[in-house]
């Protein structure tokens, strides 16, 4: 597993990248995680809903291929991309998910902040207030996309959408539950509970 830690990178040239690096493994490429943080920007999933976005203004709105609806991506916020060959590790998509999930909910439990997942509404919530949002695409058996983790972010953008198509879905960061950590650090303290969940080697 190799795990890198990327910064801020422009979402059209890192999806494109995420792409070409499914398209061309093959059985022995080793998996890989990048944790990256994106300039601001709409994401619209596949079967996405125009109606969701309200008021865009100047963020840019790109037509992605993963699953779910509309999301903001911006500075502050962690974005977790697992590549992996979930048929060689024989992990189901469904595993794959609740991995994510329940990674944040370990993570913000060392600090005595209570989260839970929704199966109805993938993601994580803190007294109904969303976290971390999911949303995967799965290609020769493989997955990329990932997760989105608010880590101190300005919030404002998720008032011009139905996040991930939920009107009145409020949303909240690591920062304002009192967790006071940098991306970096925060990709560090969710590896290991991810590997674990995925009984998975670093």
């Given amino acids: 597993m ?15 990248e995420m792409q070409e690096f499914t398209n061309t493994r093959d059985e022995i490429t080793p998996d890989e995680i990048w944790f990256v943080e994106h300039p601001p920007v709409f994401t619209m999933g596949l079967n996405a809903s125009e109606e969701h976005l309200l008021a865009p203004g100047d963020i840019p709105v790109v037509q992605i291929d993963r699953g779910g609806q509309v999301t903001f991506h911006g500075p502050g916020q962690l974005m977790i991309y697992p590549l992996l060959d979930l048929r060689r590790s024989n992990i189901g998509v469904r595993n794959l998910v609740t991995a994510l999930e329940q990674s944040v909910v370990d993570l913000v439990a060392e600090f005595g902040v209570a989260a839970v997942a929704k199966p109805e509404a993938p993601g994580v919530y803190v007294d109904d207030d969303k976290l971390a949002s999911v949303g995967l695409r799965i290609r020769r058996g493989a997955s ?48 290991p509970h991810f590997l674990r969940h995925l009984k998975l080697k670093g």
Wanted: charged letters at 25%; hydrophobic letters at 40%.
């Fill in 2 to 16: 190799k795990t890198v830690f990327r910064g801020r990178q422009d979402y059209i040239p890192l999806w494109r």
């Fill in 144 to 191: 990329f996309h990932g997760m989105a983790l608010n880590v101190e972010i300005d919030l404002e953008p998720f008032s011009r959408i139905n996040p991930c198509g939920y009107a009145e879905l409020k949303m909240t960061d690591l920062h304002r539950l009192g967790i006071d950590l940098q991306l970096q650090p925060v990709s560090e303290k969710f590896l």
